[in-house]
């Protein structure tokens, strides 16, 4: 019986102060977003982040999602179905590639006007966008997935000014020396990018789906 109390009053000790220190640690916990709001994880010591490492949504956030977004087949004078065929002839005049922009990137920047086209019609931007996923098909030809060529793309649009002094950074085009991004925007996403093996559209090198939240009014 002594020892069957002894056990107890050991457990109770342990069990008290286990408790003791959960209580202790809930003050510690980081408080989340306010509600209708968006705040991303950015990586420590980077004046210019690529992208968010993480994204906390606050309750009853509003968010709009995108369906996947392809490239619009936009250059009439390339074959049908081609990778040439969803080059933007509003950026790349005639279907004409400069020096060193690949076929990924051309289609990169199709597609993130197609992005931009899409959330402005629900009252949204680029700015608004929190998290993307991307997925990129192999150039016919190549081994691997575009990344590099994606990338310039992608800070034409996303995550091109410098959190320090709030100036825009300029941004390469192909090979060209770096210039004003095309659109300038603070916004760093959470994002995945995938190499996948084939995209639901013949021609299509990459496709993205992002979340944006609605601004707080």
């Known amino acids: 019986m002594r020892t069957r109390l002894l056990v107890g009053a050991v457990a109770l000790v342990v069990s008290f102060t286990a408790g003791a220190g959960t209580a202790a640690g809930w003050w510690d916990k980081p408080r989340p977003p306010k509600p209708g ?34 490239p619009s087949a936009l250059n009439t004078g390339a074959p049908a179905g081609s990778e040439a065929s969803y080059v933007d002839t509003a950026i790349f005049p005639g279907g004409a590639l400069p020096a060193g922009v690949t076929i990924t990137e051309a289609q990169g920047i199709n597609v993130l006007r197609r992005i931009g086209e899409n959330l402005a019609a629900v009252g949204l931007s680029y700015a608004d966008v929190y998290t993307m996923r991307v997925f990129l098909q192999n150039p016919a030809g ?15 649009y996303f995550a091109n000014t410098d959190l320090t002094t709030g100036a825009f950074v300029p941004v390469p085009l ?7 991004p095309f659109v300038i925007n603070k916004s760093r ?22 979340d944006a939240a609605y601004p707080q009014h």
């Open 142 to 156: 190549a081994a691997t997935a575009d990344f590099a060529g994606w990338n310039r793309a992608y800070r034409q």
């Open 174 to 180: 192909g090979t060209a020396p770096p210039a004003k």
């Open 189 to 210: 996403p959470s994002r995945f990018a995938l190499e996948i093996e084939n995209l639901p559209v013949s021609g299509w090198l990459v496709e993205v789906e992002v």
């Open 37 to 70: 709001t968006v705040v991303p994880a950015l990586p420590a010591g980077q004046a210019n982040p690529m992208i968010a490492t993480g994204v906390g949504i606050g309750a009853n956030t509003p968010v709009y999602k995108t369906s996947g977004i392809g």
